[in-house]
């Protein structure tokens, strides 16, 4: 049985995802199920996936994939400038 849910996300957010998802040609809902698909029922959080990163849209400065740990730290870094 599916249900509906709602996300609060910012309006610039919500616009690149849509763009995402029409560039691969599936609906916003499929890309978020399959993402939520992914997470673990329980224990540790496994690491992202280069997927994830992608999704994430976080580049490294090193041309490398950025570590879980620097996509952590940017993120709170994010936030702390958002809400100040």
């Known amino acids: ?24 040609h599936i609906p916003l809902s499929q890309a978020v199920a399959e993402f939520f698909a992914q997470l673990p029922e329980k224990g540790p959080p496994p690491r ?3 997927w994830t990163r992608r999704l994430a849209g976080v580049a490294s400065s090193n041309g490398k994939a950025p ?14 400038a958002k809400h100040r």
């Open 1 to 24: 049985m599916q249900t509906k849910l709602t996300l609060r996300l910012d309006e610039e957010l919500i616009k690149r995802a849509k763009a995402w998802a029409k560039m691969r």
């Open 48 to 50: 992202l996936s280069g």
């Open 67 to 80: 570590t879980d740990e620097e996509i952590h730290r940017n993120y709170l870094d994010h936030l702390e």
